[in-house]
Nanobody, 115 residues
Framework: QVQLVESGGGLVQPGGSLSLSCAAS????????MGWFRRTPGKERELVAN???????YYADSVKGRFTISRDNAKNTVFLQMNSLKPEDTAVYYC?????????WGQGTQVTVSS
């Protein structure tokens, strides 16, 4: 059974940091691209950061220089380090695993940036 379990969300002040984790099970983690998406009310879910199976990374322009994605294949875990957080980063963050034709999603974790 495939599972993606996010953790680490919460409330943080503007300028603060949070680290999200996503523990995966039920598939060959190291061969999958892993990504973080986010959704805010009234908006489409957007890709925030992605790391492919070879370690190549991608970031949305809105988070470049502030967010860092990493993965630990030995622990089947992907991370998202978020620094210099802004109120507009407030969203539900979802972990995603992709290897054609499979796509898996976590349940999401809320991140709120507010003073």
């Amino acid at each position: 059974q495939v599972q993606l379990v996010e953790s680490g969300g919460g409330l943080v002040q503007p300028g603060g940091s949070l680290s999200l984790s996503c523990a995966a099970s039920g598939f060959t983690f190291s061969s999958y691209a892993m990504g973080w998406f986010r959704r805010t009310p009234g908006k489409e879910r957007e890709l925030v950061a992605n790391m492919d199976a070879g370690g190549g990374s991608y970031y949305a322009d809105s988070v470049k220089g502030r967010f860092t994605i990493s993965r630990d294949n030995a622990k089947n875990t992907v991370f998202l380090q978020m620094n210099s957080l802004k109120p507009e980063d407030t969203a539900v963050y979802y972990c995603n695993a992709r290897k054609w034709p499979n796509v898996y999603w976590g349940q999401g974790t809320q991140v709120t940036v507010s003073s």
